[in-house]
Every structure is written in structure tokens, then in C-alpha cells.
């Protein structure tokens, strides 16, 4: 039974950092490509980052280019979100996926079939 859980949403100060966690069950990351996705209240679900299953490769949206760090551990089955220097607008539900994609991975959604149930991330003084 494929599965994604995240953890490690929390309430943070702006200029804070957070590290979330996607715990991949049933497949392998080495065959999925991963991707981390948010949405806040009333907008659009975005995509953040998502990293090769074949290559490693990690690509970056604008948003967080340089603030967040995207990583793998394949011993763990588990995939990161280093996330620095958070911002009031970094506040949103945080989702990792899984996407068939090999080679060169997308954050666009509908390059993801498998979808986690989400963690909080609030960034508020």
C-alpha cells in the first residue's frame, strides 16, 4: 500500500526555520520521483520543489529558491524540506507526493498520483 506522511509542520517566528519530513511506505525512492507542494487558505495548491528518482536532481520553484533545501535519504525511505528564513507568507498546509516521473521531475500536480495528507506550517510573531 503505497503511503506519504509528512511531519514536522509547527508554528515558527518569521525569520525561522522548519525541517519537514515525507515518510515514503510501499515504494522505493529510487523508482518515485518526490515533490513538495503547498496550499494556503483560499489559494491555489503550489508546487515548491521535487527531487529525481534516477538522477538526485533537485529543481526549485522562484518562491523558495535559496531558502529551502530539498533532500533525500534512501535508507530511511524518507524525503526533507529544509525550510530557512520562513516568511509570514510561507504559512500553509505542506504536502509531499509521488510522481512516476524518472528522470526529470515536474511541480506541476498532475505529475503526482500518490498525495500525503498534509502538515501545518504557520509563520506568525
Known amino acids: 500500500q503505497v503511503q506519504l506522511v509528512e511531519s514536522g509542520g509547527d508554528l515558527v517566528q518569521p525569520g525561522g526555520s522548519l525541517r519537514l519530513s515525507c515518510a515514503a511506505s510501499?515504494?522505493?525512492?529510487?523508482?518515485?520521483?518526490i515533490g513538495w507542494f503547498r496550499q494556503a487558505p483560499g489559494e491555489e495548491r503550489k508546487g515548491l520543489s521535487c527531487i529525481s528518482s534516477r538522477t538526485g536532481s533537485v529543481y526549485y520553484a522562484a518562491s523558495v529558491k535559496g531558502r529551502f533545501t530539498m533532500s533525500r535519504d534512501n535508507a530511511k525511505n524518507t524525503i526533507y524540506l529544509q525550510m530557512n528564513s520562513l516568511k509570514t507568507e510561507d504559512t500553509a498546509v505542506y504536502y509531499c507526493a509521488r510522481s512516476p516521473r524518472r528522470t526529470i521531475c515536474s511541480i506541476e500536480s498532475d505529475a503526482y498520483d500518490y498525495w500525503g495528507q498534509g502538515t501545518q506550517v504557520t509563520v506568525s510573531s
Open positions: 510501499g515504494f522505493t525512492l529510487d523508482v518515485y520521483s
